[in-house]
T-cell receptor, first 112, second 115 residues
Framework: GENVGLHLPTLSVQEGDNSIINCAYS??????FIWYKQESGKGPQFIID?????DKRQGQRVTVLLNKTVKHLSLQIAATQPGDSAVYFC???????????FGKGTLLTVNP | ETGVTQTPRHLVMGMTNKKSLKCEQH?????MYWYKQSAKKPLELMFV???????ENNSVPSRFSPECPNSSHLFLHLHTLQPEDSALYLC??????????????FGPGTRLTVL
């Protein structure tokens, strides 16, 4: 069926390195994607979004890349910091703006 | 703080108990949501309310009963739950229920354990 999934369940990086978290989606009707960060004991927090008419969008230290050909989404975090340690997951709208489908999440651990 | 609060933060209940989860948002939003987050599973949408009216029930069992008395408050009434209902229950709000334009803000969640 249609789903949003992640290639890697865990990612461990050294402080200062760049991190890349991946997400695969299978619903070609999806035209809006969001990355969330969830720290321990907190709810998910919006990081960055991208629409299907774009293939790249940049924020502060974060970049989202969208490859519609292979239905792949990635989140790049530059100069990763210990405060970036969290679970990251993507979400897609599957063609409807009234309901999001979420991926399982990748646990990012930043080693000092 | 996101402006969305949830109480209690932790709840342990037996299968025959009746309890309620409460969510309050201080953002002036008009849409509110309940999600279930289980271990090793993606976040699952349960209910959506827009201007106090329920617009989505994602095939949720009737032992979960939502209530939205006004745009700032959302409740989830629990009755005769099963151990597999143990999870983190997250509340969220957004300005409108159009998530293509409006960002969802999540509360910290209620960690529910059903014995």
């Amino acid at each position: 069926g249609e789903n949003v999934g992640l290639h890697l369940p865990t990612l461990s990086v050294q402080e200062g390195d760049n991190s890349i978290i991946n997400c695969a989606y299978s619903n070609s009707a999806s035209d809006y994607f969001i990355w969330y960060k969830q720290e321990s004991g907190k709810g998910p927090q919006f990081i960055i979004d991208i629409r299907s008419n774009m293939d790249k969008r940049q924020g502060q230290r974060v970049t989202v890349l969208l490859n519609k050909t292979v239905k792949h989404l990635s989140l790049q975090i530059a100069a990763t910091q210990p405060g970036d340690s969290a679970v990251y997951f993507c979400a897609e709208n599957q063609g409807s703006n009234y309901k999001l489908t979420f991926g399982k999440g990748t646990l990012l651990t930043v080693n000092p | 703080e996101t402006g969305v609060t949830q109480t209690p933060r932790h709840l342990v209940m037996g299968m025959t108990n009746k309890k309620s989860l409460k969510c309050e948002q201080h953002l002036g939003h008009n849409a509110m949501y309940w999600y279930k987050q289980s271990a090793k599973k993606p976040l699952e949408l349960m209910f959506v309310y827009n201007f106090k009216e329920q617009t989505e029930n994602n095939s949720v069992p009737s032992r979960f009963s939502p209530e939205c008395p006004n745009s700032s408050h959302l409740f989830l009434h629990l009755h005769t739950l099963q151990p597999e209902d143990s999870a983190l229950y997250l509340c969220a709000s957004s300005q409108t229920h159009d998530l293509g334009t409006d960002t969802q803000y999540f509360g910290p969640g209620t960690r529910l354990t059903v014995l």
